[in-house]
């Protein structure tokens, strides 16, 4: 098994910054991706970005621009660096990681709030 623990969320201005992190542990040799995904209030749970362990990445659109995956594959560790945000991106920010054909992992979330 593969367990993921989050932190770096809070409450931050419009326009400003948060770096999320992910450390995994268990069976990390599992591993094939790691990345993030969202979900606010009253709304689904939805990709914000992904990376492979051989740097590959997908982006939603909505964060393109503005957020960067990175990832520290001797620590197994992702991180997410959030840059300009906006209210629309408060919500709880879940780490996942992926094997090569299956989700195996979600951690367990963490706040993000964007108010002035």
């Known amino acids: 098994q593969v367990q993921l623990v989050e932190s770096g969320g809070g409450l931050v201005q419009p326009g400003g910054s948060l770096r999320l992190s992910c450390a995994a542990s268990g069976s990390i040799f599992s591993i094939y991706a790691m990345g993030w995904y969202r979900q606010a209030p009253g709304k689904q749970r939805d990709l914000v970005a992904t990376?492979?362990?051989?740097?590959?990445?997908v982006y939603a659109d909505s964060v393109k621009g503005r957020f960067t995956i990175s990832r520290d594959n001797a620590k197994n560790t992702v991180f997410l660096q959030m840059n300009s945000l906006k209210p629309e991106d408060t919500a709880v920010y879940y780490c996942i990681a992926d094997s090569s054909n299956a989700r195996i992992a979600w951690g367990q979330g963490t706040q993000v709030t964007v108010s002035s």
């Open positions: 990376m492979t362990s051989g740097g590959s990445t």
